[in-house]
Structures are given as C-alpha cells and as structure tokens.
C-alpha cells in the first residue's frame, strides 16, 4: 500500500523535480496530482512513464491525501498549506515561510530525521535553503565527532536559485555580450550577472548582512546546534546550475584531516572527491542531476588551533529543494504513517 501524493507548483523548476525524482527514488505512489497556478492549468508534467495533466490549486480537494509537497513560494503557501493542513494532508513546504516557526520541523534527514516527528503541531514540515541544506550535510557529521563552534562560509550559488526568471537572465545576457546591439537590463539580479558576481542574494537587513546570509545562520543552528555561530557571505554567480561552498570550521576538538575525510566519506549523503591533483575536485557543472553532496578540499587550516576548510558542492535543485523534500517525506512514511 502506497500514499496518494500531491505535488503543488509542478510546473516550476522544483515542481518538475520533486516529481522526476519521486519516480527516481521509486517512492511508493498509489495516486499522485499535479497542482498549478490556473494560468498553468492543463499543462503535461511527467511523472517516470506517466504523463500528467495539472489541476488547479485554487479547487483542490486535500482531503483523503496523505502528503503534498509544496514548491510555489511563500505567498502561495500562506494560504494553501493551512487548507491542505486542516484537511490531513501533511505538507512539505519548500518556501521559507514556516522555516523559522518554533511548531513546524525544519528538517535534512541526513542530520535531524527525528525532528519528523514533530510535524503534528501544525500537520507541517518544512524544507531548509538551498545554501543551508547542502552544508549542513557536510557539517553534522564532523560536528557529532569534534563540536563545531564556529563556522565562515562563501557561497557562490547557481542563477536557477533565483528560478526561471534568474537561469533566463543569465542566458539572455551572455548572448547579448557577442550581441551587443541586444542589450539585456538587469530585471530579476541587481547587476548583470553574465560574466559577473553578485555579493547580494535576497534583501538588505539592519546589520548589513543580506536575508540569505541570515538563514544560514539561524537554519544551521535550528537543525545542528543552537551553540554554533555561522558567519556568510552569499554570492550570486553565473552559473546555471549548482550550489558551491567555501567552508572553514572550527572545532572544541582537534580533527585530523584525515580522519574528517575518512568520517565524511561513511557519511550518508556525501560523496568525497578530494585528491590534491589537476581536477581533483567537483565543481558545480559535475554535480548537476546528482543525489549526493559532494566535498573536496579538505584540508587543516594552520591559522587556528582546530580549524579545517572544504569545498562542498551539490544541485540546488535537488539537494537544495526537491530532493531534501523527497527525502522528508520517506522518512515521514518510515517513521510516522509506515505505508509502503
């Protein structure tokens, strides 16, 4: 026996790959329902070999659905998911709307699957950022074994972060460059971001930092450990697809090199390709379509006492949202509704 599963925002980037990849992970599927905006309505979205018509969101019955994963940002899901909710559909929202609600779990099953337990407060689980989820993968292990105390990252995260809008920006100005009489204005980045960095991902808040740098903070502090301290820097690059990370962390106990390879190597959800030669190391293009959260560069870091770097690297489309979401929800069916 199966779940009947809804997907809300299936048109969309994510959408699209929480459904390939429920078909991927072979999740047990008795009935599934694709969910769109009705200016999408009727669209076709596969699902493995099926093909699906969406229904609309607006009309939707929830009742009778056992789990409905949402991807259509956080003013939809403020109104949605409570209907979805109170009708016994338990959500999984990938919007950062409930992330930081004491009575909703924000939730990476490599690092916190017990924390599934309580979405029965509110019949809502909630899915971190991107940036978050891909690090934290990384950091719970070495933090079980050597007590993280502090943590500065570098991001320098893919346009599809910013979704459609963001991945056609970039394509449409890098074309413009060997056009030039096909100039494309910044609309959805703050500069251009063809051939370009941009230090600024999300709005401006009171201390300087930006909201993306915020949730990483206190993300990583919800999910691992409240004692850590996290320190950001987000960077908006352009690239298509995947998430990369500079870490550098510092730990109450001294943690070889060595044996932090060697720990993150046994650590679910985490492929290490660290060999220091040419190309030794992953980069976002080689991780696009990929399951895993890939390290490199691991390494001491001789200015403190306990301090190592890695470069870490994942799909942010999968890892970072549809993924992660697919993840919750197995460990839902094999923790609380045991169906499948």
């Known amino acids: 026996m199966g779940y009947k599963v809804v997907v809300a925002g299936a048109t969309g980037n994510v959408g699209r790959e929480m459904l390939n990849i429920l078909a991927e992970r072979q999740f047990p599927v008795d009935e599934i329902a694709a969910l769109a905006s009705r200016k999408s309505l009727g669209t076709e979205v596969s699902f493995g ?21 949402f991807a259509i940002g956080s003013d939809a899901t403020k109104k949605y998911a409570p209907i979805a909710a109170k009708a016994g ?17 924000l939730v990476v099953p490599e690092c916190n699957p017990e924390a599934v337990e309580g979405y029965a407060k509110k019949n809502i689980i909630a899915n971190p950022n991107c940036s978050t989820a891909q690090m934290v993968v990384a950091l ?16 320098y995260q893919a346009t599809s972060g910013a979704g459609k809008e963001g991945v056609d920006e970039l394509w449409d100005q ?7 009489t096909d100039e494309v204005p910044p609309k959805k980045f703050q500069k251009q971001i063809a051939f370009n960095v941009i230090p600024h991902i999300d709005v401006f808040m009171e201390d300087g930092s930006t909201k993306e740098e915020w ?13 850590i301290k996290v320190t950001a820097t987000c960077v908006r690059v352009p690239v298509f697809v995947g998430h990369a990370e500079s870490i550098n962390i510092e730990t109450e106990d001294f943690l070889d090199e060595d044996e932090a390879r060697d720990i993150l190597r046994e650590s679910p959800g985490i492929m290490v390709v660290d060999k220091r030669e040419d190309g030794g190391y992953v980069t ?25 770097n890695m470069w870490v690297v994942s799909d942010n489309l999968r890892k970072g949202a549809a993924l992660n979401a697919v993840q919750i929800a197995e460990v839902l069916g094999q923790r ?3 169906k499948g």
């Not at 949730?215 to 004692?227: A, G, L, N, Q, R």
Request: glycine letters at 2%.
């Open 174 to 180: 890098t074309k413009s460059i060997y056009n030039p």
């Open 89 to 105: 559909c338990i959500v999984i929202d990938n919007s950062s709307l409930y992330r930081y609600d004491p009575d909703v779990p």
């Open 215 to 227: 949730k990483m903070v206190v993300e990583t502090k919800k999910i691992v450990d409240p004692s």
């Open 49 to 69: 070999d099926q093909t699906l018509k969406t229904k609309d969101l607006d009309a939707f019955d929830f009742s009778g659905w056992d789990i409905a994963l």
């Open 284 to 308: 976002p293009i080689e991780c696009v379509g990929d399951f895993a959260t890939f390290v490199s560069r691991i390494r001491q870091d001789p200015t403190i006492d306990n301090g190592l």
């Open 336 to 338: 609380v509704l045991k």
């Open 140 to 155: 719970k292990p070495l933090h079980e074994r050597a007590k993280i105390k502090r943590v500065v990252v570098s991001t």
